[in-house]
């Protein structure tokens, strides 16, 4: 198993660590070449940019092994209700193909979005798992959250 994940601001990144600590599955962070700005306003920009032009930024950091892992767990924040490219990047770099993909995403109130469906038209190949859906950091309810959602993937913890 392997967590792929790319976080903004930080709550999903504290989500993949929940999951790397419950599974002990590897951590890969995606990051790309030129990253998008650290400040709020003008990352709401960018990334509407890119989604628009369906644009996905080179990756900076191959991902090894892929090959290795039957389940890969992935993370990223819904943005304007999708994924973010660099996600597209992800998918398109790699072959996932009959393997599981298992999303977590966080959101600040629109849950899933179009996320689920952008991932199976990237990876139609891929089997997609019940995903987790985490309202911001999520706060103390996290760990029993994700414990219940690994039992419904029959991921054992
Ligand atoms: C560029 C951008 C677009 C966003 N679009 C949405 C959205 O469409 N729906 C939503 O519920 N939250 C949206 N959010 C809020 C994030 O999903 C939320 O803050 C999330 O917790 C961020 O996760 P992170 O800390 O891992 O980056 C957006 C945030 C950013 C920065």
């Not at 509407?48 to 389940?71: C, F, G, H, M, T």
């Not at 973010?84 to 999303?103: H, N, R, V, Y």
């Amino acid at each position: 198993m392997r967590i792929a994940y790319f976080s903004w601001s930080g709550n999903t990144e504290g989500a993949a660590k929940e999951i790397q600590s419950q599974t002990g599955a590897d951590l890969f962070k995606i990051e790309w070449v030129n990253p998008y700005s650290s400040d709020y306003n003008t990352v709401l920009d960018e990334a509407q940019r890119d989604q628009n032009n369906q644009a996905k930024p080179k990756l900076s950091v191959q991902v090894e092994n892929i090959e290795d892992y039957d389940v890969i767990f992935l993370g990223f924040p819904n943005w304007w209700a999708s994924i973010p490219m660099p996600i597209a990047s992800f998918l398109e770099e790699c072959d996932l193909s009959g393997k599981t993909i298992i999303p977590f995403f966080s959101h600040g109130g629109g849950r899933f979005g179009q996320s689920v469906t952008a991932i199976s038209k990237l990876a139609p190949a891929s089997v997609i798992g019940e995903g987790l859906s985490i309202h911001y950091s999520s706060g103390a309810e996290l760990s029993d959250d994700i414990a219940q959602w690994l039992n419904k993937n029959n991921i054992k913890n």
